[in-house]
């Protein structure tokens, strides 16, 4: 079946500085996900690409489709105590289902 | 922005019991619910498809007489977790698609279920 790979699993990064993680897969999807979950709450969607090559912003979130269909990537810029968490990108082929990556964890140093 | 909510958002109940979790979509209606389950420090694991108006899809390994889904409303899916044991405690989350056709997903707050 379809597949996600996250990475990296867990980054540790000064305040302000740029955070940049991604996701790949072997197959190709329709729709590519961007969620944030802290601790005991749901996820919360940051971005959402519908298109191949498709380049998102959200304030200090920025995010793109890959051409190939098979990618996708989240940039955080001048990163702020809040952005801890951890970030989950999902991709959506036929079915009503999401995959799920496995999830990157955001650790802040003081 | 899409907003669902899920209640109760912590339950702690004996072994042997039931419990209910609701999921509503609050501004938007949903033809397709989904529930979820995670375990600390993992993925969300899907459970099962909850349709309006039809049975719930199940997940391979998900029992389906264990978790009742009932979706009885465009707005509303319910969860039940049936005689609960301790492994059944956890997060679960739900998730409402838009029924405007985006391929999108808006999730509830979580419950934590723990089960004595």
């Known amino acids: 079946g379809q597949q996600l790979n996250q990475s990296p699993q867990s980054m540790f990064i000064q305040e302000g500085e740029d955070v940049s993680m991604n996701c790949t897969s072997s197959?190709?999807?329709?729709?590519w996900l961007w969620y944030k979950q802290d601790p005991g709450e749901g996820p919360v969607l940051l971005i959402a690409?519908?298109?191949?090559?498709e380049l998102t912003s959200n304030g200090r979130l920025t995010a793109q489709f890959g051409i190939t269909r098979k990618d996708s990537f989240l940039n955080i810029s001048a990163s702020i105590p809040s952005d801890v968490g951890i970030y989950f990108c999902a991709g959506h082929w036929r079915d009503d289902k999401i995959i799920f990556g496995k999830g990157t964890r955001l650790h802040i140093l003081p | 922005g899409a907003v669902v909510s899920q209640h109760p958002s912590r339950v702690i109940c004996k072994s042997g019991t039931s419990v209910k979790i609701e999921c509503r979509s609050l501004?938007?209606?949903?033809?397709?619910m989904f529930w979820y389950r995670q375990f600390p420090k993992q993925s969300l694991m899907l459970m099962a498809t909850s349709n309006e108006g039809s049975k719930a899809t199940y997940e391979q390994g998900v029992e389906k007489d264990k978790f009742l889904i009932n979706h009885a409303s465009l707005t509303l899916s319910t969860l039940t977790v049936t005689s609960a044991h301790p492994e059944d405690s956890s997060f679960y989350i739900c998730?409402?698609?838009?029924?405007?056709?985006?391929?999108?997903?808006?999730f509830g707050p979580g419950t934590r279920l723990l089960v004595l």
């Open positions: 197959s190709i999807f329709n729709t």
């Open positions: 501004d938007f209606q949903a033809t397709t």
């Open positions: 998730s409402a698609r838009d029924y405007r056709g985006r391929e999108t997903q808006y």
């Open positions: 690409l519908y298109k191949a090559g």
